[in-house]
């Protein structure tokens, strides 16, 4: 099932499957500012990654000493969300444990998902809940936004990013899914880096100590095109896929494993604790000129 929410100057669109937005049309423009989920690039517009981040050693975690599978960026993209609330402003979708996540991850959880417009943005705020009265869980959550670039995956090139308190960005490499300790240090420009498909010829950019929690994207004219701000989530990625003509802007609370991981939960790099009956949340918020 899809839900729409707009107002004066944006519409979106929200699929009940992992709660994924789908849509954020500039009413002003007429122009689609979210990837279309092209299957020849990749599928997804805005996947949430719950309960984690990226790759698991061998795809396998242990915790009290029983071992679980998990894939890639978990599983709560492939579940379909309840509808907890809608109104003209605001959009909230929840999943919460069943058997079935069970058998992959055995804490007793709530996630809620929240979508809310307001003038020329939109907020998206996650909601994390251990439910359990006893039991400590671990966790770790994170956005995945794709944003259009260009009306032809040949412009790519012609934009960049604004970052408001970097100079250098240090980006962990990956080999096979994994972080490393190695490291590629990009010298930023006036704070920008032009985007560059070269740029992700070896997956992701992870940074794990990035200081800015705003980027900007710009047009070869440096027209501001959509601000990205983020808050509660102290890593971020940048990604791609080589002429598709989008970029992802993902704030994360969690990483993939590091190669040289034990695989046991609780000592995952980035690993979120909420103690019974706790709550947690993030959000990013997208703005776009008017």
Known sequence: MTYHLQNENIIITVDSKGAELKSIFNKSTQEELLWQ???EFWSKSSPVLFP????????????NQKQYRLPRHGFARDYNFKLDEVSNAHLVL???????????????????????????SLEVEYKVENLSDVETMSFSLGAHPAFNVGVKADDFSEYSL??????????????DGLLTRD??????????????YKLFENDALVLLDMESDKL??????????????????????IWTVKDSGF???????????FDYHDQQLENKTG????????????????????
């Open 247 to 257: 970029i992802c802007l993902e704030p994360w609370a969690g990483v993939a494993d």
């Open 94 to 120: 929840s999943l919460e444990a069943s058997p079935d996540t069970s058998q992959l991850y055995p804490f007793v959880f709530k996630l809620q998902i929240v979508y809310t417009l307001e003038n020329n």
């Open 162 to 175: 604004l970052f408001n308190k970097d100079d250098e960005l240090k980006a962990n490499c990956l080999k």
């Open 216 to 237: 900007t994207l710009l047009d070869n004219n440096d027209k501001n095109m959509l601000t990205f701000e983020f808050e509660n989530f102290p890593y971020f990625g």
């Open 37 to 39: 989920a092209d299957p």
């Open 52 to 63: 984690i981040v990226g790759t698991l050693k061998n795809g396998i975690y242990i915790h």
């Open 183 to 196: 490291k590629n240090t990009i010298t930023l420009t006036n704070q920008k880096i032009q985007l560059n």
């Open 271 to 290: 690993i979120n604790t909420l103690q019974p009956e706790e709550n947690w949340s993030a959000s990013w918020t997208v703005c776009i000129p008017i």
